[in-house]
């Protein structure tokens, strides 16, 4: 069936620097890709999204690329914040169904 | 003014009880959803609602009953209450044209001893 696979957390990086989550898909046809951030004590919050083959998404400074051939929606930021430390979902669309995946836990370091 | 509110936002309860939590949303959408999510932070959708019908139904023990008395409006209800039933239970609403658009309350945490 249809999945996400994201890299293993936690990632740690220092403020200011340069951050990529890697997220690869299996779906069959063409589905949304979705980033979903989630703050400590809060529900997710929808980031950015990409509806077509290289459609770049962006959000705060945050940038993802729907890349066919690579089945990849890799979430990349050029400057991080201490602000920007949460959990990270890479998400699919399938049938009008979210299939998140497992989550990336992001430490900013000042 | 909250988007999509939860209530209660913490319920501590023994094995065996019976629970609800109430979601509301404000954002005129038609469709709601419950997610569970475990202590490792994964999310998997139990249940979504469009228009006060039931249009998802994943694998879940029938101890868990959806209630929507209207499209504003999706409940949980929870039956014999189990250890493993202990998560962050999420609500959350689209318009079914913009599925993966979700807007999530702030989740209720339950802990069953």
């Known amino acids: 069936g249809d999945s996400v696979t994201q890299m293993e957390g936690p990632v740690t990086l220092s403020e200011e620097a340069f951050l990529t989550i890697n997220c690869t898909y299996t779906?069959?046809?063409?589905?949304?890709l979705f980033w979903y951030v989630q703050y400590p004590g809060e529900g997710l919050q929808l980031l950015l999204k990409a509806t077509k083959a290289d459609d770049k998404g962006s959000n705060k400074g945050f940038e993802a690329t729907y890349r066919k051939e690579t089945t990849s929606f890799h979430l990349e930021k050029g400057s991080v914040q201490v602000s920007d430390s949460a959990v990270y979902f890479c998400a699919l669309d399938r049938d009008d169904k979210i299939i998140f995946g497992k989550g990336t836990r992001l430490h900013i370091l000042p | 003014d909250t988007a999509v509110s939860q209530t209660p936002k913490y319920l501590v309860t023994q094995m065996g009880n019976d629970k609800s939590i109430k979601c509301e949303q404000n954002?005129?959408?038609?469709?709601m959803y419950w997610y569970k999510q475990d202590s490792k932070k994964f999310l998997k959708i139990m249940f979504s609602?469009?228009?006060?019908?039931?249009?998802i139904n994943e694998t879940v023990p029938n101890r868990f009953s959806p209630k929507s008395p209207d499209k504003a409006h999706l409940n949980l209800h929870i039956n014999s209450l189990e250890l493993g039933d202990s998560a962050v239970y999420f609500c959350a609403s689209s318009l079914l044209t913009r599925p993966g658009e979700l807007f999530f309350g702030e989740g209720s945490r339950l802990t069953v001893l």
């Open positions: 609602y469009n228009n006060k019908e039931l249009i």
């Open positions: 779906a069959t046809g063409y589905p949304s």
């Open positions: 954002l005129g959408h038609d469709t």
